[in-house]
Each structure stands twice: as structure tokens, then as C-alpha cells.
């Protein structure tokens, strides 16, 4: 018994407690009821209301991000112009960026999407990570599409540092990528007809007629067979092949549009770009041997016998793709992120056969192969020539 | 009345009996490698049998006889010839007999050339390889086939895990040990198809690790080695060709050996004449064109965790071409 306190006093004073929340209670169904709280957008929130949700908001995000490790960004140009391709698509419309004013439609959302530049040195790398992954409640601020891509998301991160400093041309350079050059009037686009497809959306990051993929991390599309590009971008549609950055592109375009887009870039011609690969790691004889010839003891078939000119061409040919991008899709593939479909799981079961290691040298082989001075069809011939003789025999 | 009684008991015993015969027994011996290991058998089934029922009338006598009978179990006599001088006698001809039989010492097929034979033992299949005189070899898997009446030695190791080679009715179990190479040499005296199962538990599909010995008359052999040594035959209709194309294209060869095509893997089993052989998968499947079809596409639901490939991606008509001409591969 407390001192001080008589039984009936106790009971009093909790009798006054439980009435005065049943009040409460009662009080905000009564409120939500009559429909008197004004929800409309454009009414905006009182400065007070304001400053509370800013403060829970960054509170949430710091407590929220405690635990993730944030990997080395410095200026990384492959992940920044990964990041910018999808900024320009999927982050410009609501935040605009350097020349492009924020969409007036967008603008009268509550909270109003923020100019970002001014915001991205507040938060850490790891706070920028959360924030793009998961989205945030009550603002509109979507999660990214894909929940285990984190290597995408890093891209958008190292981006956005580079955000605040950027002219509008440079940011042109970067978001537009390839498709700078092609960037027409809307109504060139309309009248043009739909005879070639508009590959400025591909453009962005992958290659065109003329030029290569802007970043390390991006496949080569030219000279792809066109049932395997085509397939993955039904892949990437219906999410059996995640990725944020290729899902909401893919789901946009019809079954014609694929095929158009698959027909355009298997009809180019491979290895047009002699931009060289910056990180090769000298480890492509190795790398030559797994893929020639693979690992007997470690049950890890040749990569060439699904993957070298004469095989089907529902498997991609990977001479030439850059490095960086295929040791990532390996890893995807082994840690079962690319396991969705029958064929990625041929694919997965290999890989998680291979050591990391492994996977470099094997990257670092088809990486270099970038560099060949042959003509495509004369290197086509020197990497298959084994082959040929043994179906000759 | 009395056989009435008893002859449920006879024919359930018969039926239960029945059940120790068959191709992988070490009940019915097919060569003289696994007789004597059944005669040795046999000694000690109906020696225990015999010196337990002695065991038992002793004990019986202990018990119920009469004082004087009783006072001479007790007495020192009785514990000095039961206790050591019938162990004595009886376990030392047992051991020099056990020695003698089972041929250790001088093997007494050594005089003839045998043929050589290596079989190593992967998870979950068994790796063969044939050698002739020349020392050139050849690959084959999962199945054994040996003249009969002329020793075969059998080289026996492991790429991996322990395993066992059991064959029980040719020969006594043989462990093949991580860096190591066991030897047992055999023979058999009658044609015959026998099974041989793994011995040593090596994992989750250890009990899907089994295989066929085939023991084929001398002349037979030699015309089945001159097949299995040689290239594989061309395909000879366009299911068949289609099917070589489609193992070839969707990278088959990176695993497996089809020896004459541009097949160069040794990850996997050599199929250079899979479609001769009795089973499919390290015996788990009867090798019928629909049976290889399966396997290619259901292997890891058939063998869980085996380490082929899943190719479920393969279309209908491409499994049916790919099977139709791997079965055509005698």
C-alpha cells in the first residue's frame, strides 16, 4: 500500500483515468466521424504539424538505417551514371534535377517532393540508402520495386552525392546518357511513326548504333540474340528477373514493343566501343581456362558451352560485357536473387559452385575480350574455333 | 496334426528365405570370390548355432540337474576346458581357415593377364575406366561389364566422400578412401546381370548410388569392348541429329563427353554409349528414351541435391529430341 493512499482514493483516481480515455476515444471517432479534419492537400499543415512530422521523419530514418553498412561510393562513375539514368526516369518527375523544374503536378503533393540538392548533405550515405529502399509512409514516396536489389540502390546513393554540384549540362550528360544525342522534340517523336522503335529509354544506359553502355555496370545489348532480350524483358515485367531499374521500364511496353526493341539491338553489330575496361584485374587466363574448359572436379561446366557463338540463343553471349556487370549477375544468380525462372536456375546452380574468385576471373576473361582489335566476325571465329573442329570430327 | 501345426511356420520361413536370393545377395554366389565368402559364412552360422545350443543344454543342466552333475559345472575342470581350451581350439582353426579362404597371401589369380579396371566413386554415381594392354583407357559410368572366367582387377578410389563398392554376389565389400586406391580382383563363372549398391553412407542420395556388373561369355565381351572403345555412332535420322544439335547447343557438352563430337566435358558421366547400358542415374532409372527425358528435367526431384544441372527450361520437343538421340547411343 502506498502511503498516503486509501483504498477508496485508488479507486477514484483509476475510475477518473479509464473515463477520461474512454472521452478521448470517443472523442476522435466523433471527430473522424463528422469529417470536420480537413485532408485536402492543397490546404498544406500548420507550421507546428510541420516541424513535428520533419522531426519523427528524421528520427525514423536514423534509428531505422542504424545497422546498414554503407559500401565505399567514392565518386564510383559506373554507379553514378547507373543512379542517373534512373534518377532522370523514376526520382526527376517528383524532384526534379539541375535544368529540369519539378512536374506542377508533383509540386501540389503534401508533403511537396523536395528539390534534393539542397537536402542530400544532411543525411549520411547509409540514411540516403534507406530512405530510396524503402520509401516513406504518408508522403508518397514509393519503396524501390525490387526489395533485394541493395547494389541498385547504391547506385541511386552515389548519384545523388554527386547531385548538389552538377550543372544542368553535366547532368544531361549523365542522366541522358546515349540518348542525349537522340533527344527530339515531342512532336518530332509523335509524327515519326512506329517503324523504328524510340530506344532513348534503352539509350539512357545501354548502348546505340554508335556507342557502348555508360557504365561498367550495364549489359551490351548489341548483337544479343532477340529471343533472349526479349525474354528478359518479359522477365523483368512480371518481377521473375528482379531489378528497380529495369522493372518499371519493362512494364511499360507491349508485346510488340519488346520485340521491336529485341530486333533492334540483336541487328547491331557487337564490339563498336573501344572505350577500355578500367578494371580488369589481370586474372582473364584463368578466367580463359574456366570458361573454356571449366572446373571438372568442381562440377562447374565451361561457361562457353551455353554461352559461346554456336550455343542456343536463348542463353546470352557474353564476350565483350563488361566485367563489373557480370560478376554482379553472378553473384545475383548464387545468392538466388536471379533464381526465378527454369533457365536462371540452370544458371544459379552453377554459380553457387564458384568461389569469388572464381567469378572475377571468369568476368575479367569475357571483360577483355572487349578490347580484341578483331572485327567482330573474325573474333567470333578465334573464340569458337575449338568447337567447330570438334563438331567437324 | 503336429506337421499341420508347423507347416505355416515352413512356408513363411520359405517366403522370408526366398527374398535373400536374387541379383544382389551375398546368398547366391556367382564366383569364387564371393563362394568362399559364403562357405565362411556357413561355417559360422551352423558353428555358432552348434556351440549355442551346447551353451544352452549346459545352462539347462545348471539349473535343473542333479547335485552331482551340477557340482562338476562349477568345479575348475569345467571352467579351464570351457573357458579356454574350447576357444582355443576352435577360434584358431577358424582364424587360419578365415586366412586361407579368403586368400590373403598370394593371390591365386595372379597368373593370369587380368583385366584392369578402374572405378571411382563420386557422388552419386560411379566413374569406370577400361585399360587395355596398350594402357590407352576409355570412360564409362555406372555400369560394369566383365568377361566371364578371366580375372578382373579393380582399381577403387574416390573423388570425393568414402565410398563403398559391393557387388555381393562377386566379392566382399571394398572402401574407396580419399587419396587412396584399394584393389580387389574378381571373377565370375556364369553370365549374369548383378547389382551393386554403394556400401558406405556419402551423403543424401547415398542410397541412389547403385550400379550394374554385366558378366558376358569371353567372346561377347571382346565384341561389346570393341563397340565401347569407339567413337559414338553418327545420328542417323533427323530426330537424332536435331538431338545432338540440342545437347551441344544448350551446353550438355560442357559436363559431359559424347567421345567423335564437340562433347569434351568430364564433369559428368562419358554417354559416348549411354543407350547400351542397363539403367540410367547410377541405377535409379530403367534406360528408356522417356526415362533420360525425365531425368534430364526432373534430376534434382528423382536425386535430390545430385549435381546435374536442372534444365527445366528445355522445351517439349527439344527434351524428346535430345533423348530420342542420346538412347540411340548403343
Request: proline letters at 7%.
Amino acid at each position: 500500500m502506498i502511503p498516503g493512499f486509501s483504498t477508496p482514493r485508488l479507486r477514484a483516481l483509476g475510475s477518473w483515468i479509464v473515463g477520461s480515455l474512454v472521452a478521448v476515444i470517443c472523442a476522435a471517432l466523433l471527430f473522424a466521424w463528422s469529417g470536420l479534419y480537413n485532408i485536402a492537400a492543397s490546404s498544406g499543415h500548420l507550421a507546428m504539424t510541420r516541424a513535428f512530422l520533419e522531426f519523427g521523419m528524421r528520427n525514423s530514418v536514423r534509428t531505422q538505417s542504424a545497422m546498414i553498412e554503407a559500401p565505399a561510393l567514392d565518386d564510383d562513375v559506373d554507379r553514378v551514371r547507373l543512379g542517373a539514368g534512373h534518377y532522370q526516369g523514376g526520382c526527376a518527375p517528383c524532384h526534379g534535377a539541375p535544368g529540369e523544374p519539378v512536374n506542377p503536378i508533383a509540386e501540389h503533393m503534401l508533403p511537396p517532393p523536395p528539390t534534393l540538392a539542397p537536402h542530400v548533405k544532411s543525411w549520411q550515405d547509409k540514411h540516403l540508402f534507406w530512405i530510396v529502399k524503402h520509401g516513406m509512409k504518408y508522403t508518397g514516396m514509393p519503396a524501390w520495386a525490387s526489395q533485394n536489389r541493395d547494389d541498385e540502390v547504391w547506385a541511386v546513393v552515389a548519384f545523388l552525392r554527386r547531385l548538389p554540384d552538377l550543372t544542368p549540362e553535366e547532368y544531361r550528360d549523365l542522366a541522358y546518357g546515349n540518348a542525349s544525342a537522340q533527344r527530339r522534340p515531342v512532336t518530332a517523336l509523335l509524327s515519326s511513326g512506329s517503324d523504328t522503335p524510340d530506344i532513348a529509354a534503352c539509350a539512357k544506359c545501354h548502348g546505340t548504333k554508335s556507342a557502348g553502355p555508360t557504365s561498367n555496370l550495364v549489359p551490351r545489348l548489341a548483337g544479343q540474340s532477340e529471343p533472349y532480350l526479349a525474354q528478359a524483358l518479359r522477365d523483368y515485367a512480371d518481377n521473375s528477373r528482379q531489378s528497380g531499374i529495369m522493372e518499371p521500364i519493362a512494364a511499360e511496353l507491349d508485346e510488340q514493343t519488346v520485340k521491336a526493341v529485341a530486333a533492334y539491338y540483336a541487328g547491331l553489330r557487337r564490339n563498336q566501343d573501344p572505350r577500355p575496361e578500367p578494371s580488369l584485374t589481370g586474372e582473364h587466363d584463368a578466367g580463359e581456362k574456366i570458361a573454356r574448359d571449366g572446373v571438372a572436379d568442381e562440377a562447374i561446366p565451361s561457361c562457353l558451352s551455353c554461352h559461346g557463338e554456336n550455343a542456343a540463343e536463348r542463353y546470352p553471349r557474353l564476350a565483350g560485357q563488361p566485367q563489373r556487370y557480370l560478376a554482379l549477375q553472378l553473384r545475383l544468380f548464387r545468392s538466388g536473387v536471379r533464381a526465378n525462372t527454369e533457365q536462371a536456375r540452370t544458371m544459379a546452380a552453377i554459380a553457387k559452385r564458384m568461389s569469388d574468385r572464381q567469378i572475377e576471373q571468369v568476368s575479367a576473361y569475357f571483360g577483355s575480350l572487349r578490347s580484341f582489335s578483331l572485327q567482330p566476325d573474325e573474333r567470333d571465329a578465334a573464340l569458337t574455333a575449338p568447337e567447330k573442329q570438334g563438331a567437324n570430327q | 496334426m503336429r506337421f499341420l501345426r508347423t507347416c505355416p511356420a515352413l512356408i513363411a520361413t520359405a517366403v522370408i528365405l526366398s527374398g535373400c536370393g536374387g541379383d544382389q545377395s551375398v546368398l547366391s554366389p556367382f564366383s569364387d570370390n564371393a563362394r568362399t565368402v559364403n562357405v565362411l559364412s556357413n561355417v559360422l552360422f551352423i558353428g555358432g548355432f552348434l556351440i549355442l545350443a551346447v551353451v544352452i543344454v549346459l545352462a539347462g543342466l545348471a539349473a535343473f540337474g542333479g547335485a552331482h552333475l551340477r557340482r562338476r559345472l562349477a568345479g575348475e575342470n569345467a571352467v579351464v576346458i570351457g573357458g579356454l581350451v574350447f576357444p582355443l581350439v576352435t577360434l584358431t582353426p577358424l582364424l587360419l581357415y578365415g586366412y586361407a579362404l579368403l586368400g590373403a597371401g598370394p593371390n591365386p589369380l595372379d597368373g593370369q593377364r587380368p583385366l584392369k579396371v578402374t572405378v571411382i566413386g563420386e557422388q552419386w554415381w560411379w566413374r569406370v575406366i577400361y585399360t587395355d594392354s596398350k594402357g590407352d583407357s576409355f570412360e564409362s559410368a555406372n555400369e560394369l561389364r566383365i568377361p566371364v572366367g578371366r580375372p578382373v582387377k579393380l582399381s577403387l578410389t574416390t573423388a570425393d566422400v568414402i565410398h563403398s563398392f559391393w557387388v555381393p554376389n562377386l566379392a566382399g565389400k571394398v572402401d574407396m578412401i580419399p587419396g587412396r586406391t584399394n584393389t580387389l580382383t574378381l571373377s565370375a563363372d556364369t553370365p549374369g546381370v548383378f547389382r551393386g549398391q554403394c556400401a558406405e553412407y556419402c551423403g543424401g542420395a547415398h542410397a541412389l548410388m547403385a550400379f550394374k556388373v554385366v558378366a558376358l561369355p569371353a567372346k561377347e565381351f571382346a565384341t561389346w569392348l570393341d563397340v565401347e572403345q569407339s567413337q559414338a555412332r553418327e545420328p542417323r535420322s533427323q530426330v537424332e541429329r536435331e538431338g545432338l544439335e540440342l545437347f551441344l547447343a544448350n551446353g550438355c557438352g560442357g559436363c559431359h563427353s559424347i567421345r567423335g563430337t564437340a562433347a569434351r566435358g568430364t564433369a559428368g558421366p562419358d554417354l559416348t554409349h549411354v543407350g547400351g547400358r542397363k539403367s540410367l542415374a547410377a541405377g535409379v532409372l530403367p534406360n528408356t528414351a522417356e526415362s533420360i527425358a525425365r531425368w534430364i528435367r526432373d534430376n534434382q526431384e528423382i536425386k535430390p541435391e545430385n549435381r546435374m544441372l536442372p534444365y527445366r527450361s528445355l522445351e517439349p520437343g527439344e527434351l524428346s529430341a535430345i533423348s530420342s538421340y542420346l538412347s540411340s547411343l548403343r
